[in-house]
């Protein structure tokens, strides 16, 4: 026997590393910019803007779409200090009107002083403009003087048929035309709305009910960046034409969102796992602007099933992740001091922010993945945890062999995956397995040994389940020397 501790101990390491670095996360998606308006060629002259000297392009969205990235191509003279874009309407003069929707701004004393100008990217908060609707976009550095200015670079003989060159001596309450110059300008956007992942979860909340994780884009239309967006927008899950359910949009911009279905819910409607069904984002009949619908019909991949651990180590952190990316901010949380030094966490969690941001687009998320919405405060010895904000995290036994984000949770339903059965059920089969072993082993291997095998497998699951996962946590440990022993047992013993 002695022989078979380092295969047993090998077969018990690669059962834990299978089960931990065989799951494949999801792969992060990203939005991509397209562009839609532009001008941008033959630039041979520039105007200036500061103080209540503004200039602004008027142009015509071609498709309904956003604006999430804007280029122009400036220089300054001197220190203009900031400098400020914004989108208006314009009026039936063509002129622009109306609110001014500031879409961002920069330090436009750190432009170039090149009078050839170069082009400037940017990064703006993202709108949504209808198709057919004229815009304009505004230029201001209202810091600025007559020796210090921002330059706009254009084209006195323009040829951009959706718009033309506007100036303004007193702040934007006047403006005066001239259609034969256009501004240099690009405007990039995407869909102003998407679904871009969803994946649904059973046995969440309580056993037998659908809980679908949602990942979308819908930006508000310009001027109504500060409305509800639940006044206008609505998540639905259909089969066929028929609404199972039905939530207002929790907020605006690349988000997530659930949607949930209780157990009774489900057996009440009949619904089947894996069946046909679409999930879809839809604007209502008071929505500012009609916006084609985003559909996704569930595809097999999208049923994950009971592995809570995935949806709290992977579909959150990954969609926060991507939403880091896309509006150049930090949500999560990778590594943290415990007083020793920076630590590397076992997996990232939420920041402040981030469980801010899902906590509203997510209600009751954080009752499945408590762990993932906290941020860990202090971890003296294990014991006494310090709580220092509104998320913690208590860093102790159970977070390593208890709960949906444990480590060794994890491995037992990441091997189980494999097999394509639950992880629970993979536990209590590795129990039942060893309970047979051992009591063959004391018969000789012989069959007199199942039968109290079996009494004492069943209690044996009985048990577990009635003391919760952290009973089949620990099976994850154990599955691996089952198997060496039944080996041992059922072949090694008879040769």
């Not at 900031?82 to 622009?96: A, E, Q």
């Not at 057919?132 to 209202?142: D, E, K, N």
């Not at 969803?198 to 949602?214: C, K, L, N, Q």
Request: aromatic share 14%; hydrophobic share 40%.
């Amino acid at each position: 026997m002695s022989k078979l501790y380092p295969l047993i101990i090998f077969l018990t390491l690669l059962s834990l590393c299978l089960g931990m670095f065989l799951v494949v996360p999801a792969q992060t998606v990203y939005a991509d910019f397209t562009r839609y308006e532009t001008y941008n060629t033959s630039d041979n002259n520039s105007s200036v803007a500061y103080g209540g000297n503004w200039l602004a392009q008027t142009f015509t969205a071609t498709s309904t779409h956003t604006v999430s990235q804007v280029k122009l191509k400036l220089f300054r003279n001197d220190t203009p200090g900031t400098v400020t874009l914004s989108l208006k309407s314009v009026d039936g003069s063509g002129h622009p009107t109306g609110e001014d929707w500031t879409l961002g701004s920069f330090n436009g004393s750190t432009a170039t002083n090149n009078s050839s100008g170069v082009w400037y990217t940017l990064n703006v908060s993202t709108v949504a403009i209808a198709s057919g609707s004229q815009y304009a976009l505004v230029l201001r550095a209202t810091e600025g003087n007559a020796t210090s200015f921002i330059n706009w670079r254009y084209n006195d003989a323009g040829s951009y048929s959706g718009g033309n060159y506007e100036e303004s001596a007193d702040g934007g309450y006047t403006w005066t035309s001239n259609t034969s110059r256009d501004f240099m300008f690009e405007i990039w956007g995407g869909e102003p709305i998407e679904i871009v992942d969803v994946e649904v979860y059973t046995s969440a909340m309580e056993p037998g009910d659908w809980y679908f994780a949602i990942h979308y884009s819908c930006y508000p239309p310009a001027g109504y960046e500060d409305a509800d967006p639940e006044k206008f927008y609505y998540m639905q899950l259909l089969s066929d034409s028929t609404i199972l359910a039905q939530r207002p949009l929790a907020q605006w911009g690349y988000m997530p969102m659930s949607l949930y279905l209780s157990a009774d819910t489900v057996d009440y409607m009949g619904l089947v796992w894996g069946g046909e069904y679409t999930v879809r984002l839809i604007g209502n009949d008071n929505a500012p602007i009609s916006l084609a619908e985003a559909s996704h019909t569930l595809e097999d991949t999208d049923w994950i099933g009971s592995e809570k651990w995935r949806l709290c180590n992977y579909w959150i952190i990954d969609t926060a992740q991507s939403m880091e990316v896309y509006y150049s901010t930090t949500l999560t949380v990778t590594q943290w001091d415990f007083g020793s030094g920076m630590e590397e966490l076992d997996y990232p969690i939420l920041n402040l922010l981030g469980g801010e941001l899902f906590l509203k687009g997510t209600p009751g998320l954080y009752k499945v993945c408590p762990n993932t919405f906290y941020v860990i405060i202090h971890d003296p010895e294990w014991d006494e945890i310090d709580y220092g904000g509104s998320f913690e995290r208590a860093h102790n036994w159970t977070t390593l062999l208890g709960g949906p984000t444990a480590q060794i949770p994890s491995a037992l339903n990441a091997t189980a995956n494999i097999f394509n059965i639950d992880g629970k059920l993979f536990g209590g089969l590795a129990f039942l397995g060893l309970s047979i072993a051992l009591m063959a082993a004391v018969v000789g291997k012989g069959v007199m040994g199942t039968a109290p095998a079996l009494v004492i497998g069943v209690l044996v699951l009985t048990v577990g389940t009635w003391l919760g996962f952290i009973a089949y946590a620990l099976m994850a440990v154990l599955s691996a020397i089952v198997v060496t022993l039944m080996v041992w047992v059922l072949w090694f013993r008879s040769t």
